[in-house]
């Protein structure tokens, strides 16, 4: 153990949010109703030790529902699926287990309704993300994609007084705001969601980041690079004025240079990482001179999510049996 270097500041909100554990749980939960193996479309949630720890147990994980052997067990990813995945699925005679957390099911309602009335609708989101393919696929004839607040010139629109925005639920609070800007600056009846899309944990994690940036020279944030949300908190700790900041999976990744005349790291981690691998990067962080660990708290979080009802209904047959 070395001197003591500097301290620790430790993000409040941080780590799973509700729908990630409904999702994980889901799986955990089909595996001891149906046995193994039970089949998931794309990473449940996006952490790579997550995708690790249920493969072991007995999770195939697969990227398009043809992959899946007709009849078999079939769990939908916390991102969401468009309706097409759903009717192939029904093809193939899968038993669905719809793990798509409620809060994106709520925007695709959303993209359903506005779709329904005609509005052409702008889906603020990163290209190619499962999430945004969900939504998308409610409407794909009303539905075009803003990649951000360079994209906006490239929107065009039938009525620019039938228009209205809808986004990703993982997106940066403040990038998306700066895109609505500008996308009203284009179409002045542009009309909002009824309730905000980015999520109650995102801005949370968002949050606690900006509260505790400026003070650190360094920010660690715990999450995989295919999570968009734990994407966004490198960003957010950066623009909120900490020194530096990098996305790591495990402690290992830490790279020791990046401590070099360090006095505060903040940790963090992603909305799908569970709280065993930040637990790690503290051990790490303390064997190096960082012993002493602060937490920033900026909401309390007490949502919880009933489980899927295709495994509620399973569980109660269970019981009776």
């Given amino acids: 153990m070395g001197e003591q ?27 001891e109703i149906h046995g193994a193996p039970v089949y998931v479309r794309k990473q449940i949630v996006h952490n790579k030790h997550v995708v690790a720890t249920l493969e072991r147990r007995g999770a195939v994980f697969v990227d398009e529902t043809d992959e899946v052997p007709e009849g078999s067990v079939v769990v939908f990813s916390a991102h969401g699926v468009s309706p097409v995945v759903h009717e192939e699925a029904a093809a193939r005679q899968l038993r669905t287990i719809d793990a798509t957390c409620p809060l994106v099911t709520k925007v695709h309602q959303e993209a359903k309704r506005f779709a329904r009335d005609d509005f052409d609708i702008l889906l603020i989101g990163h290209r190619g993300h499962e999430e945004v393919e969900g939504t998308a696929g409610e409407a794909p004839a009303h539905i075009q ?3 951000g607040p360079e994209d906006v010139a490239n929107v065009q629109v039938r009525d620019p007084e039938k228009v209205v925005w809808l986004s990703q639920t993982t997106l940066s609070v403040d990038e998306t705001l700066a895109t609505v800007d500008q996308l009203k600056n284009r179409f002045p ?26 003070e650190c020279d360094l920010v660690l944030v ?21 020194g530096d900041a990098h996305l790591v999976d495990f402690a290992s990744e830490v790279d020791p240079a990046w401590l070099e005349g360090v006095g505060t790291v903040g940790v963090t981690s992603g909305a799908s990482v569970p709280e065993i691998l930040v637990s790690e990067v503290l051990d790490w962080l303390a064997a190096r001179g960082y012993p002493d660990v602060e937490t920033v708290k900026a909401a309390e979080e007490r949502l919880v999510f009933a489980l899927p009802h295709e495994l509620r209904r399973a569980e109660r047959a269970a019981r009776t049996d």
């Fill in 5 to 31: 270097r500097g301290r620790v500041l430790l993000a409040d909100p941080r780590g799973y949010c509700a729908g990630v554990d409904r999702a994980v749980v889901a799986v955990e939960r089909a595996l």
């Fill in 145 to 147: 994609l803003v990649d």
């Fill in 189 to 214: 009846g542009l009309q909002s969601p009824p309730s905000d899309d980015i999520c109650y944990a995102t801005q949370n994690r968002q949050q606690a980041v900006k509260q505790m940036a400026a």
């Fill in 222 to 242: 715990v999450g995989s690079t295919n999570s968009s949300n734990s994407v966004r908190l490198v960003e957010v700790a950066l623009e909120a004025g900490a």
